[in-house]
Structure formats: C-alpha cells, structure tokens
C-alpha cells in the first residue's frame, strides 16, 4: 500500500513542472488582466475625451450661433430708419443744402476718400483695374488682362 | 512480438500517406485562407461600403453662405438658424406635462399640442420653423421624444432697403436667386458637403471644414444713399399718382452703382407673404421699355460723333419728316422753324431727331446706339438682366420707317440700366466704364477687387464736351425744374408713350417719364435717373425733373459734392500748389 502511494506520489514528480506552468499560467493571465484593464481604462478616458470634445464642438457651434444671432440683432438696430427716427426724436433734422459751409484749405484733397472697408482692409486687396489706356500698348495690355481673366475664370 | 511489428510496420507505413493527407488539407486551407484576401475589387469595395455603414454615418452638412456688405462694411445679409420640431408620440412619457412645456415655448394651442403628441403614428410634425430662442428652449427640455431639424435661414438685417439689389434665398437658404444673391449664386452659396462620421466612439471626432464656406461679397452701394434715394422715391411715386418708380445712382468714373431703389419693394424677410409676383421683379434691370425722348441725346451724340453734324447744326422745322413712307410729327403737330441741336433736346421735337438721324444715315445711327450699348445686357451684376430689343436692318419687323421712331426713342426696348449707363459715358469724357454693383469679393485667401475694365470709347472727349453743355442747356430751358442755384446741371427729361398691342396707350396715367442728370456738369462725380411709370401728369419734365432736383439736394450732401464756387477756389488753390510744387522741383 505505501509502496503503491509512495509509487503515486513518485509519478506525480512529473507534475512538478506542470505547476510551474501553471504558476506562470497564471501570472500570465495576472499581467494580461493588468494590461487589459490598462487598455480599457485607457480607451474609455479616450472615449470619454471624445464625447467631451464632441460637445465642445457642438457648445462652440451653439455660442457662434448666438453670436450670429446677436450681430443680426445689433444690425437690426443700426437701420438706417431706425437711426433716423431716433435723430429726429432727439431733435435732429436732415441737413440741407444751406446748413453745409465748405471751407477750402491748401493741401488738402477735396476728392471723396473711398472708405475702406474694415474686414477688407486686413488683407491687402489686388489692385483695382488700371486707367483707360487708350495706346496700342494699352490695348494690347487690357486685352492680354483679359485673356488672363478668361483663363482664371475658367480654372475656377 | 511479430504480430506488434507487422502492426508497428503498417503504421509506419500509412503514416507519411496521413501525413501526406493532412498537410495537403491544411496547404488547401492556407491557398483558400489566402484566396480569402484577395477578393475583387468590386467584392472588397462593397464589403468595405457595408463595414463602414456600420461604423459611419454619412451628414450633409449645409456651407455656410456668404455675407453681403455694402460698401462700408454695414452687413446686408445674416445667416440665422431656425428648427424644425417633430415628436415621436411613442417615446412620450408625460404628454400633459409636455403639452405644456412646449404650450409656453411654442406660443400653440394646448389641445393642437395634445393631439399631436398622442398621435398613432411613428412621427409627428409639430411646428417650424421655429427660432434659435425656442429651438434652444425645447432642446433643454432634454426629452428623447422630440427631434430637431436645423433650418439654415437668410436674414436680411436692413428690411426693405435693396431688396431688389440683394435678392431672396430659397430652398433652406440653398439657392439664391433674384439680385446679387441670384446673380452670385455659386460664389456666396460654398459647397455642401457630405461628411462622412464615425459612430465608433473611439474615433476622434472631426471639425467641420472650413473651406467649404461661401465667400463674402461687398457691394458698390451705399446704405446712406440707398435710403434717402427709397424715401424719396416713394414719396415721388406717391405724390405723382404714379403706378411705380425707380431711382438708379451711378459713379460715372468707374461705374459703381451707388444705389437702385424701386417702388413698391418688399421684405426680403418675408418674401413668402407677397401675393402678387411682380413685386419680385428688379424693373430697372429685368424690364424694358420704350425710353422715348431721352433717346434724342443718343441720337444727337452719335450725329456729332459721325460728323454728320456740328454743334453749331441748326435745321428749319416744319413739323413734318417722311421716312420710309411715313410721315412722323412733332407733339402737338407744332412746327418750330429755325432750331438748333439744344432745341431739339429741350423742346424734345421728334422731327429735329429724325432729321438728325437722316443726315448720319441708318449704319452710323445704328452702330452708335450699339456703342452705346444698346439691345446688349450691360452686365452689371444682377439677375437674370434684359437685354432689351434694338432691330437692325434684316432683323423681323425692321422697316425704313423704324429708323425714324428709334431716332426719338420708339419702336426699341432698353433697360433702365442701360440708359443710365449710356449717360454716364457722356458725362465721363465719352469713356463708357463697365456698370457694376460687386466691389470686392473676400475669399479664405483675403479680398479680391472686382475687376471692372472700361467697356470701350463710345465718344470723343470733344463730342462728350459738347454735348455736356448741351444738356446744361437743356436743363435751363427744358427742365429748369431739375435746376440747382449753385451747381451745374446737365440733363435730358423723357417722356415715352406706352406701346400696346393696339398701339399708343391715351388719356391719364399713359406715359413713362424719366430724367437722367449728372453734376457737376464740368467734372461728374454722380449720375442718377429717375423714372416714374403712368404718374397723373404726362411729361418727363414736369413730374421726373423735380424728382431728380430733390435727389441730386440730397445727393450732393451724401456725397460730399462742393458747390461750383467752392470747387473753383479748390481748383485755384490746387494749381497754385502744383505751381509752387514745380517750382520747387
């Protein structure tokens, strides 16, 4: 009997390696745990940062909308008819012909300036079209400018 | 033990056929595993569309249109958002709490409400559009219930005012027509774009492209102007028992379109209430007419210019000229006798341009009032523009005796635009500049002036002179009504019939009367035209010149015009400068 448990356990030596393995079976499955759980709480701060960005965008489109919404609104009381029924409530009138004094002064130029346009102005503008030229050159020039519109016109 | 070696023999024997057997199997598998990825192009396209419909979701996301500013930066146009609201009846929890919630914010009767949110059916409309302030309401409200769709919407900030220049937007503000918005569709609309999204959460979410926006268009026309010339506008067409008006402001140096008003307009805003649809129409680009007398200017400069004529040209008027077989009469049938090219224009006398008209002979008539730009669209930016009706020789319905009617503004179609246009050539030295209402076009790349050349050379600098003092005269002794005590004028009153099926309409409210002026005579900073159609009294200068004096007292203060004696010191003290300055180099 002790001989065939002694025999038993004997055999089971063979076993001692199989522990091994499952001891690193296990710390396997330990680290593969470990780093799954990593990659989960990683993709889920992911996911969670997304949905944040997602409702900024949809916040930021919100506040541009408003803001349209109140530049509209600003616009719609500077009117022209608005403004000038305000003037004429606080007193103002239309001026005439006989309420504007001219007065000339030496180096200053009387042509209407043409105003800049503000959000134009940031950028500089391509130059307006050139003067009538009425040389063969000139001709030759404006029918060259175009040619090149032409061409402009249709690769847009 | 044979028996265990016979047996051990035979297995040792199978074994390299099972082997054999198996690996052929699996090399089977592998061939069919490696077949499996490399499908045709068609197979993998479709499989991939039907992955990525899984995982994707395709938006049409609408381009955000351009703006439309005046020529000082004062917007036109907005883009607003409204909703569209609907409900699911099936996911309603409350319906009586949410009846009225939505009862508050929607301003609608509780019972409509009620019925619709307990509707049967899957989906249920329940108002739009609604605006941003109420869409916003529902939305916090947080029920999964209720949907909203965005509208983008075109608000016009300025109402009435240039509704004709600035147009309407249809179809969820996709498509612009009438006006600039029509005109410059495709450059203010920008491109709609499907934007394909992950539904995977862990994507990162994408940002709207921004390239896709429309670009932003800035206009020639003054807001100042626009106004002051709508309210005088209207009063004139009021005043004048007239059906309709319009009002056209140029810049003959460089043909900007400083403001086109017409009367009646309407609200671009709720453009969707107008009954009747004329309203709609721009007539000072989209309609023509006969222009009548004010032809006689073009007659008479295309006579000066062929040379046919000089400016000391006088004729002896008898009140009757026969071209092709018809007698043509002046008003009244009045005989005249010895008058010159100034009487002919004050006076408008039918037989006077006739006989100009005979004595430059039909070629050069004609290719003068094509140079004129005449039976041509002037290409000023607009809407669907006529381009009127000029009949040559050959044309259907050109006869001999035509020629004698076009002389003095009959039998030929021309848009407001192009008369204007016409006249702001006069004024600026015989150089006719390109008519144009788009200033600038701003793009992500900046802004980018419009390119608006010279048309062509309609008339010589001298001709031009001639006739500007001409039509100084004109003014004095035809229409002093259109007179300013301190500035030059020059202008021509018209007075054209209008022409029916059956002929030459009669009696009250028959004519169409205009004026077309610019000052200062000498140096022309402005140019503007007015027409009246079917006002109570018949002739241009009674009704349009006092019309334009009144605009040209608000025009000069709008636009800084000196007087004629300021401008004179101004001269005189800027050739003393440029003196000195020669002096000094």
Known sequence: MSQAWFQHTFSRRRFQTQSQATAIAILSVAILLILGSLYLSQVAAFAITNREIEDLIARRDEIKQQNEQLIGEIASFRIVPRLYARAVEIGFRPATNDDIEYLVFESYNPNRQTRAFAAAARHSAEPAASDYDETFGGWLQSQFDLLRRQFQAFGE | ?585
Do not use: C
């Not at chain 2, 036109?76 to 949410?98: K, M």
């Not at chain 2, 810049?251 to 209430?273: H, I, K, M, T």
């Open chain 2, 1 to 585: 033990m044979p028996g265990q070696s016979t047996q051990q023999a035979t297995i040792h024997a199978r074994l390299p056929i099972v082997a054999l057997f198996l690996i052929f199997l699996a090399s089977l598998l592998i061939i069919h595993l490696a077949n499996f990825q490399f499908f045709p192009r068609s197979v993998r396209q479709e499989l991939e569309r039907i992955g990525s419909s899984i995982t994707n979701t395709t938006l049409r996301i609408p381009a955000e249109r351009g703006m439309i500013y005046d020529r000082d930066g004062e917007p036109l146009t907005f883009n607003i958002v409204q909703y569209r609201l609907g409900v699911s009846p099936d996911l309603v929890f409350d319906a009586e709490t949410l009846m009225k919630q939505l009862s508050v914010i929607l301003d609608m009767d509780e019972v409509e409400l009620y019925f619709k949110l307990t509707s049967e059916n899957v989906w249920e409309f329940v108002a739009g559009p609604i605006s941003a302030e109420q869409g916003q309401a529902v939305a916090a409200l947080d029920d999964i219930s209720l949907g909203l769709e965005e509208i983008p919407r075109r608000f016009y900030p300025q109402g009435s005012l240039a509704a004709h220049v600035i147009g309407i937007v249809l179809d969820d503000g996709l498509i612009g027509t009438l006006g600039v918005e029509g005109a410059y569709n495709s450059t203010l609309a920008g491109r709609v774009m499907d934007l394909s999204v992950s539904n995977v959460p862990f994507d990162l979410p994408e940002d709207r492209p921004a390239e896709q926006r429309g670009q932003d268009i800035v206009l020639t026309l003054d807001r100042d102007v626009q106004f002051w010339m709508e309210v005088e506008l209207e009063q004139a067409v009021r005043e004048n028992g007239a059906f309709r008006g319009s009002i056209i402001v140029m810049d003959p140096r460089n043909g900007e379109v400083l403001a086109l008003a017409n009367y009646p307009s309407f609200d671009p805003n709720r453009f969707l209430e107008i009954t009747d649809p004329n309203l709609l129409i721009n007539p000072a680009v989209q309609e023509t007419y006969e222009p009548g007398s004010l032809m006689q200017v073009l007659t008479a400069a295309t006579a000066l210019e062929s040379g046919a004529i000089t400016a000391q040209w006088s004729y002896n008027d008898v009140g009757l000229i026969e071209i092709g077989g018809r007698e043509f009469r002046n008003r009244f049938f009045r005989a005249h006798g010895a008058v010159d090219i100034t009487g002919v224009l004050a006076q408008s006398l039918h037989v006077g341009s006739a006989t100009m008209a005979l004595a430059m002979g039909e070629e050069a008539f004609y290719s003068g009032l094509r140079a004129f730009g005449l039976g041509q669209a002037t290409g000023v930016g607009l809407f669907n523009e006529e381009q009127g009706e000029l009949r040559l020789r050959g044309d259907t319905g050109w006869s001999e005796s035509a020629f004698g009617l076009n002389s003095y503004g009959q039998d030929l179609q021309v848009t407001q635009m192009q008369m204007i246009t016409a006249f702001a050539a006069i004024a600026n030295d015989g150089i006719m500049r390109q008519p144009h209402i788009v200033r600038q076009v701003i793009s992500e790349e900046g802004p980018k002036d419009a390119r608006h050349s010279t048309v062509r050379r309609v008339l010589s600098t001298e001709t031009a002179n001639i006739l500007k003092n001409l039509l100084v005269r004109t003014v004095r002794e035809g229409a002093p009504e259109a007179y300013m005590p301190n500035y030059t004028v020059a202008g021509k009153p018209g007075t054209a019939q209008i022409n029916t099926a059956i002929g030459y309409e009669t009696g009250p409210n028959s004519s169409i009367v205009s004026f077309i002026g610019f000052l200062p005579a000498d140096e022309p900073e402005v140019v503007a035209m007015v027409k009246l159609d079917r006002p109570d009294d018949f002739f241009g200068f009674e009704v349009a010149a006092p019309v334009f004096r009144r605009i040209a007292d608000r025009l000069v203060i709008l636009l800084e015009i000196p007087d004629d004696a300021v401008r004179r010191e101004l001269q005189t003290v800027e050739a003393r400068l440029r003196a000195s300055q020669t002096e000094q180099d």
